[in-house]
């Protein structure tokens, strides 16, 4: 339906319009342009012939002159994949994929997460991107679109990062990193291998004052990996990380302040103070899990395994006045829990020649649980401005004001099958997924929230790929997904109430196809073109302080192109384009009540959901000197206009485009490798919204991105 006719005169039109000197191209360059993943078919496949679109971030992506941090400098060159930096810690990047995800108020949900065989994701479908490692992160594969529905409660996409195994001679490497606003970051690091065992350690330290007044905050991390083969045939894996962060929360603020100071903190004109200092809101995150994975193989067989543990506790301060004391504008709300979770997966994987082609067939389950002691306090401020705080200290954990148990646990099983041939690849998967969730109210002065809710659906997949010729695959494919809603989604109803358990998942049905070529022997492109239909779609009702209520809403659209060309140039230049159209709305009209008082709003058919950029495009041209060691590179982000409520009458976020700029220094002396690098972000200075906080009460809507901006960093890397 999408399928051009004529493939080959329009990939000609492409590469002419994007690079009209696309005939000089470089004979002899090493960028990988077919990688192998595993992503999508669980089994090492080429990129170039899955039916579906996948993207590889290779490490020296993830590494390039960043400070890595966050997963947004990595993924900025993704296709279909929108990261908006917050600048925000205490809130988490805001990832979404193909429009999903985009609404939520923290965190990541709407795309599974997972590093090395484990769910960074958890059983209800809420990740953190923060606890991924970058620092080794050997590549990270990114799949959007049918295909990821095999993976189960999720819509919009996969993101899977994958550290390398421990090699060879032991090698130690360390690196720190400087920037503006007080942004440092340091790392130490080692691997190798010794009696047969591989291992990979890393520990860092990140540090930051923010960009936005009450915006610091520090992060410690560290990576355990040890690999060992206890046969030929077998491997198993050990990873453990660790992940700690102190964040203060300036939160959004409204238009007008953003205006005339971006940096500032809202201020609230009823309670005659600034509610983010008032409040001192923050949040307090430690994080810790570690997991098996084993693999042996049988012949053309292979049986994997995976468990994993691990524990998390939050503490976070809102900005939210309850009634609940004898002055209530002066008590807000905490959040503090600690949740264990765990999970097991085992697949099964059978290779066998069929009809002159070979089949691959995974069978497997996944089975995830979490529990929560999660309590509720008032956060007490005192007599109102920040100054005159209890004992001049803001944010002071106050009465009890929840107490509750909150488990979720899910049961997934899956058949998926490939057929390939010497023209044609066949594929197609099922998927039952079953989710409970219980909640028992320990708190009951303010009434019994107990409930229960469970979930069952399943999702098919389907999608076959046609080689033109060796250098051009179209592709086709098609699945129905699901979206469940998440304990953070359930928590809050209309009007500062309790549990919602009146929401349902959105169920979705995806269509994609595509087509993959090599221009010439040095040059790649993608091209997607998808529609998605979704009915009960999860919307935001209201979101006041940091507390966000859902519900659920008609049928939406969604549709787009994804573009991505790799190419290799003459004199050492390495380019990628990637872009986004994507056309997100709402089908038909509905109504819903926000803000205190309450009033009634209409959202028409028609409007386009928020947070979504209908347009969105990255430019990189990179040059390297072999020889020298010398690299430099500029780059280009241009983001179109964003909605930040569901009426699209608020003022939108504005369309932006900046600059960036990098170069760096690579030497080798003997078993002592040096880099060093700067960049200089932003370098025309534009002032622009980085993220949005969608449907805030309030009006605070708008996350300032900082203007220009510089870092600079030098790492060095010792062999034995």
Same mark, same amino acid.
């Given at each position: ?53 996948? @993207? ?30 917050? *600048? ?165 603020? *409204? ?28 949040? @307090? ?109 803001? =944010? ?8 509750? &148990? ?46 229960? +809710? ?25 699945? &129905? ?15 500062? =109430? ?81 872009? @986004? ?17 309450? +009033? ?14 209908? *347009?969105?495009?990255? =430019? ?46 690579? &030497? ?53």
């Amino acid at each position: 339906m999408f399928l051009a006719l004529r493939p080959r005169c329009c990939l000609s039109l492409v590469l002419a319009v994007s690079f009209p000197g696309g005939a000089a191209l470089a004979a002899d360059l090493d960028l990988d342009l077919d990688p192998v993943v595993v992503t999508g078919s669980r089994v090492e496949h080429s990129s170039f012939d899955l039916p579906a679109a996948l @993207t590889v971030v290779a490490a020296d992506a993830i590494s390039a002159d960043q400070p890595r941090v966050n997963a947004s400098e990595a993924l900025a060159s993704v296709p279909g994949i929108s990261v908006q930096n917050r *600048q925000n810690y205490a809130q988490d990047l805001q990832i979404s994929s193909r429009g999903f995800g985009a609404r939520s108020a923290f965190g990541v949900r709407g795309v599974r997460l997972i590093a090395d065989g484990i769910p960074a994701s958890m059983p209800d479908g809420q990740g953190q991107a923060a606890t991924f490692n970058l620092d080794r992160a050997e590549r990270i594969e990114v799949m959007r679109g049918p295909l990821s529905a095999i993976y189960g409660n999720h819509a919009g996409g996969v993101i899977q990062l994958f550290t390398p195994d421990g090699k060879g001679a032991p090698s130690i490497s360390s690196s720190f990193v400087a920037g503006s606003y007080g942004t440092q970051k340091s790392d130490l690091s080692a691997q190798g291998e010794t009696g047969g065992v591989g291992y990979v350690i890393d520990t860092s330290h990140f540090a930051s004052d923010g960009y936005r007044e009450h915006s610091a905050a520090s992060r410690d991390q560290s990576l355990l990996k040890l690999t060992f083969r206890p046969s030929s045939d077998g491997k198993l894996s050990f990873v453990a990380n660790s992940f700690r962060q102190q964040a203060d929360d300036p939160q959004g603020v *409204q238009w007008r302040e953003f205006q005339t100071n971006p940096r500032s903190v809202a201020w609230d004109a009823t309670l005659n103070n600034y509610p983010a200092l008032a409040y001192n809101t923050r949040k @307090t995150i430690e994080h810790t899990q570690g997991g098996l994975n084993y693999e042996h193989r049988f012949g053309d067989n292979t049986l994997q395994l995976s468990a994993y543990a691990g524990q998390r506790s939050t503490i976070q301060y809102q900005s939210i006045p309850v009634g609940a004391q004898s002055n209530p504008a002066h008590a807000g709300g905490i959040i503090d829990f600690d949740r264990d979770f765990s999970g097991l997966s085992a697949r099964w994987i059978g290779r066998q020649a069929l009809a002159g082609g070979r089949l691959t067939t995974t069978l497997g389950f996944d089975y995830e649980q979490s529990s929560d002691d999660r309590r509720g306090y008032e956060n007490f401020i005192g007599s109102g401005a920040p100054a005159n705080c209890v004992a001049n200290v803001c =944010g002071v954990k106050g009465a009890l004001r929840r107490q509750e &148990r909150d488990r979720v646990a899910s049961f997934d099983q899956y058949l998926q099958s490939e057929w390939q041939g010497e023209r044609w690849t066949l594929s197609g998967g099922l998927r039952h997924s079953h989710l409970a969730f219980k909640v028992d109210d320990n708190y009951l002065a303010n009434g019994d929230d107990s409930g229960r +809710v469970s979930y069952d659906k399943t999702t098919p997949t389907l999608a076959a790929l046609y080689r033109l010729d060796e250098a051009v695959n179209l592709y086709a494919s098609a699945a &129905r997904g699901f979206e469940a809603p998440t304990f953070n989604e359930m928590f809050y109803s209309g009007g500062g =109430g309790a549990l919602n358990l009146a929401l349902t998942p959105s169920t979705s049905t995806h269509f994609e196809t595509g087509i993959k070529a090599m221009l010439g022997n040095h040059s790649r492109l993608d091209l997607a073109l998808f529609r998605i239909s979704t009915d009960n779609e999860l919307v935001v009702l209201s979101s006041t302080g940091g507390r966000t209520a859902y519900q659920n809403a008609g049928p939406t659209t969604r549709q787009g192109i994804e573009l991505a060309l790799d190419s290799h140039w003459a004199d050492d230049l390495n380019s990628r384009v990637a872009y @986004t159209w994507l056309d997100a709305r709402y089908d038909d009209s509905f109504s819903f009540q926000s803000g205190t008082p309450a +009033v009634t709003r209409t959202v028409n058919a028609g409007n386009r959901l928020p947070g979504v950029a209908a *347009q969105n495009l990255f =430019g990189e041209l990179v040059w390297k000197d072999g020889a020298g060691g010398f690299h430099a590179g500029i780059e280009a982000i241009a983001r179109g206009k964003v909605y930040v409520e569901d009426t699209n009458t608020d003022q939108a976020a504005p369309g932006y485009a900046i600059a960036n700029l990098r170069a760096g220094i690579d &030497r080798r002396f003997g078993p002592l490798k040096l880099a060093t690098f700067v960049r200089l972000n932003n370098i025309f200075d534009r002032q622009y919204v980085g993220s949005v906080i969608v449907g805030d009460s309030n009006g605070r809507y708008y996350e300032a991105a900082p203007g220009r901006n510089w870092l600079a960093g030098v790492s060095a890397v010792y062999a034995f």
